[in-house]
């Protein structure tokens, strides 16, 4: 079965580029009918969605960081990545990676999650 | 964006009792096809959010049936018939109809 696991740093500088990385056991990356999503929690609050990128490349993100966001897939490497620049202290939260799945009678739900990874904006 | 309002925001339930959690859209998550575009999470303590609901009333693989979904366009519920120690965390629902993906604020489940 399909299973995500987070990397990346646990603390950035602001001002500097937060980058993660998805890695994809169990399923190949390519497969069509999944997004694949980048969630994230600040510290005691709610769930937001940042974006998510499609098998073939396409990608959708969220209004309020789509000049500062980036989301990409390595087919090759069978992960993706996400990458958020000019950080600053509103942007420490744990981030989830997900697979929302999709098939041709519509959305599956986000089934599958990575354990998610603390990032702290801070000097 | 389409705003979601969950209510309660948090909910003490008795063991073996049932509970209720609603969502409210302000927009409609009914598509083309005939389905509604509403999931429901739960995040228990310490641990990423799981997939109960989506579709707006279909169980995930390994959820137990004591959690239904029901409702459409606009208004939808959770319910979970008889609730156990384990059923602790918080619940959300998110509607997949349109991105930004929106979630609501979250409901509070504790056990008495």
């Known amino acids: 079965q399909v299973q995500l696991q987070e990397s990346g740093p646990g603390l950035v500088k602001p001002s500097q580029t937060l980058s993660l990385t998805c890695s994809v056991s169990?399923?190949?990356?390519?497969?069509?009918?999944?997004?694949l999503t980048w969630i994230r929690q600040r510290p005691g609050q709610g769930l937001e969605w940042i974006g998510h990128v499609y098998y073939d490349g396409y990608t959708d993100r969220h209004p309020s960081l789509k000049s500062r966001l980036t989301i990409s897939i390595d087919r090759s490497q069978n992960q993706f990545s996400l990458r958020l620049s000019s950080v600053t202290a509103a942007d420490t939260a744990v981030y989830y990676c997900?697979?929302?799945?999709?098939?041709?009678?519509?959305?599956?739900?986000?089934?599958?999650w990575g354990q998610g990874t603390t990032v702290t904006v801070s000097s | 964006d389409v705003v979601m309002t969950q209510s309660p925001l948090s909910l003490s339930v008795t063991p073996g009792e049932p509970a209720s959690i609603s969502c409210r859209s302000s927009q409609s998550l009914l598509y083309r096809n005939g389905k509604n575009y509403l999931d429901w999470y739960v995040q228990k303590p310490g641990q990423s959010p799981q997939l109960l609901i989506y579709l707006g009333s279909n169980r995930a693989s390994g959820v137990p049936d004591r959690f239904s979904g029901s409702g459409s366009d606009t208004d939808f519920t959770l319910k979970i018939s008889r609730v156990e120690a384990d059923d602790v965390g918080v619940y959300y629902c998110m509607q997949a109809l349109e991105t930004p993906r929106t979630f609501g604020q979250g409901t509070n489940v504790e056990i008495k």
């Open positions: 169990g399923g190949a990356i390519h497969n069509d009918g999944q997004y």
């Open positions: 997900a697979r929302e799945k999709t098939t041709s009678s519509g959305l599956r739900g986000m089934d599958v």
